[in-house]
């Protein structure tokens, strides 16, 4: 199972992005999900999770500026951006943590790169 982020880019302070990652499985997604990010020379760190049931939790650096959703499908996983800063540039990656192929495991998506310009 993959996998797939997109939706990064390059965009000016105070604009939007939407990320999107999307399993190659239907339905992969419909365990916990989370996007991370990790910046040049810094350390990889959550930005947003949403558990099973829906419930979403949001690091304190990007409450009120991101959401974070799911298809009904449960196949992908949205990350909404908006307010979009400076500090924001970095490499987004989404992960899940699921049971479907055998074991609980953790999966990442490849990272697509959010560029903010000031």
């Known amino acids: 199972v993959q996998l797939q982020a997109s939706g990064g880019g390059l965009v000016q302070t105070g604009g939007s992005l939407t990320l999107s990652c999307t399993a190659s499985?239907?339905?992969?997604?419909?365990?916990?999900a989370a996007w991370y990010r990790q910046a040049p020379g810094k350390e990889r760190e959550m930005v947003a999770s949403?558990?099973?049931?829906?419930?979403?939790a949001y690091a304190d650096f990007v409450k009120g500026r991101f959401t974070i959703s799911r298809d009904a499908t449960k196949t992908t996983v949205y990350l909404q951006m908006n307010s979009l800063q400076p500090d924001d540039t970095a490499v987004y990656y989404c992960?899940?943590?699921?049971?479907?192929?055998?074991?609980?495991?953790?999966?990442w998506g490849q990272g697509t790169l959010v560029t903010v310009s000031s």
């Open positions: 949403l558990a099973s049931f829906g419930k979403a």
């Open positions: 992960k899940t943590h699921s049971p479907l192929t055998g074991a609980w495991s953790d999966y």
């Open positions: 499985e239907s339905g992969f997604l419909q365990y916990a």
